[in-house]
């Protein structure tokens, strides 16, 4: 069975942040995407059985990491990760203000826009899939400046909502 998604599908308004304050590093970095992801989806898209926690979702982040680039360049990550709680793909969206020296970039250079997405924890060949489209459209330069110039969350995501093209044929994880 396969599944059609759109960032509007993985994405939803209170997932997008804007934060000022500087990174230690990366580890802090994948706290702040667990804590608002948990928060955010912690209700609606976890099975009943299992909790969604921070610790959870961030260790979820680091364990890709440790093992896949999670930069495209540019100063965007595409962190992601698996989670055996998650029902259905979700994902946050945080913007630096000031750009951020982290490590894991392929480029080297500074962060500032990062878009983290979790899904089920069998459901690895549909990360690819949604990896490569999120890849897509932050190769943008025009959408990247209009991310850097937005000024509040609502922005940011109308912005990441539009001229959304779907990306199907992507397995649809067991439930």
Not at 115 to 136: E, H, I, N, W
Request: net charge positive; with cysteine.
């Amino acid at each position: 069975m396969t599944n059609t998604y759109r960032v509007k599908d993985l994405l939803t308004p209170e997932a997008v942040l804007i934060k000022q304050r500087p990174l230690t590093d990366i580890q802090e970095l994948f706290q702040i995407i667990g804590e608002l992801a948990a928060t955010v989806y912690c209700r609606t898209d976890v099975s009943s059985k299992h909790a969604l926690s921070a610790k959870q979702l961030s260790k979820a982040l680091q364990k890709r990491a440790d093992h896949y680039p999670i930069g495209t360049g540019g100063g965007i990550l595409l962190p992601h990760g698996n989670v055996r709680s998650l029902n259905r793909f979700v994902a946050v969206f945080v913007k630096w203000t000031v750009k951020q020296q982290i490590e894991k970039i392929p480029d080297g250079a500074p962060i500032d826009l990062i878009f983290a997405m979790f899904g089920p924890q069998d459901s690895t060949r549909s990360d690819l899939k949604l990896l490569v489209y999120m890849a897509q459209i932050f190769s943008d330069h025009d959408l990247r400046n209009e991310l850097r110039d937005s000024e509040n969350s609502d922005q940011l995501y109308r912005i990441l909502t539009s001229n959304d093209l779907p990306v199907s044929n992507v397995p649809k994880p067991s439930a």
